[in-house]
């Protein structure tokens, strides 16, 4: 069975809210508990969640979970290197790669399914 477009649509705008929220939360780490990182963070951390739930509706969690949070600790790992100026290890960059490897697998193995 393929995964229809929109659903591939929708894991991606999970990737982006939850990378999004990732970033967010670490602009606003250590600024007090009440500022406008940590509420944006959250807030896109609850819509990001909303969406998954609409996604797992629709579905199989064995193949939604491991592509979104393998993309969005990809997508994470980037944006803290472009966004945040986090310095990352060429090991760190081969981990990215594994995961990314491993997404393609999963991806796959759904469409021939």
Do not use: D, H
Not at 55 to 77: D, E, H, Q, W
Not at 89 to 104: E, K, N, R, Y
């Amino acid at each position: 069975m393929r995964t229809p477009a929109i659903l591939w649509f929708l894991m991606a705008a999970i990737v982006a809210l939850n990378t999004v929220a990732q970033t967010l939360l670490k602009l606003g780490a250590g600024k007090g508990l009440i500022n406008i990182a940590l509420f944006g963070g959250v807030a896109a951390y609850g819509f990001s969640t909303l969406l998954y739930v609409f996604v797992l509706g629709r579905a199989n969690v064995s193949f939604a979970y491991p592509v979104v949070i393998g993309a969005t600790a990809v997508a994470t790992c980037f944006a803290g290197s472009r966004v945040i100026g986090e310095q990352i290890s060429g090991t760190q960059w081969l981990g990215v790669l594994v995961i990314i490897t491993g997404i393609a697998i999963v991806a796959i193995s759904r469409a021939v399914v």
